[in-house]
């Protein structure tokens, strides 16, 4: 029973279409019906800054074998990295590469490639993006040093009006590239019932979702998924959608304190892998 858990993703030949649509922001109608309204972009992340280097020692991009960065996510252990549902789901396990140890996403510390996926078993159920969080198991053990390390998992939920700390390699506006070196910007966790009357009670708006608004021009954007969302130095979030790109609404983020039991009890059942 708990192997099921453990089963490798089948390969979807599709990857490169999906490339255009994955990313923090899924909610393409949405996204076409505000895209026109608003047209200025800040920089990067979206209104973020260039991170300091070795700032977010626990950081991965997650790509494809010829180096077109997907998402973030971290590393949890030696043997386990923690993302997004929509970044874990959908490639081909065979396809991708996980860099970790480094700023600039195209020269990696080191390069790790998984052997298995796991996505939330309530993925997407019973809203798009509901349960959007995923695992990757590595074929082989990650180095620590100075540049590279596990985060630590937060077991307490920012109070309202927290500020967290957002890094990624994402695009700086919808329809850019990633950004070669890493941005980092600083969010605020909003009420979710302000979150949701902002998206007009959009069932996507979950209650496994915290989420973060400062103003718009500030938040994440594609390629930013699945990256981490920290406070006081310990993980709190993963991104997962918002309106592409902080176009004036709160951005949805996975709250990884409300999955800590389903992060532990996956890594857990699956432990027979690591060695
Ligand atoms: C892990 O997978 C990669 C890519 O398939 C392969 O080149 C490498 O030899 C594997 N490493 C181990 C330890 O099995
Ligand atoms: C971001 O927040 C951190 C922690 O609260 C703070 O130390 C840092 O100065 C802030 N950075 C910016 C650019 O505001």
New binding site residues.
Partial sequence: MSAMFCLSQKYWPVFGLLLLVLGSSIDVTEAKRIHHKFAAFGNRIVGGQEAEEGVAPYQVSIQTLWRTHICGGVILNSRWILTAGHCANGFGV?DLQIIVGTNERLKPGQIL?P?EAIVHSMYDIPAEYANDIGLFHL??SIVFNERTQAVQLSTVHPPVGATVILTGWGARGLNWPPEERLQTINLTVIDHGDCKRAWDDNDGVDIGHFCTFTRAGEGACNGDSGGPLMWENKLVGLVNWGAPCALGKPDMQANTIYYLDWIRRNIAECKHRVN
Avoid: T
Wanted: charged share 40%; hydrophobic share 0%.
């Fill in positions: 065979q490639y052997d074929n082989d």
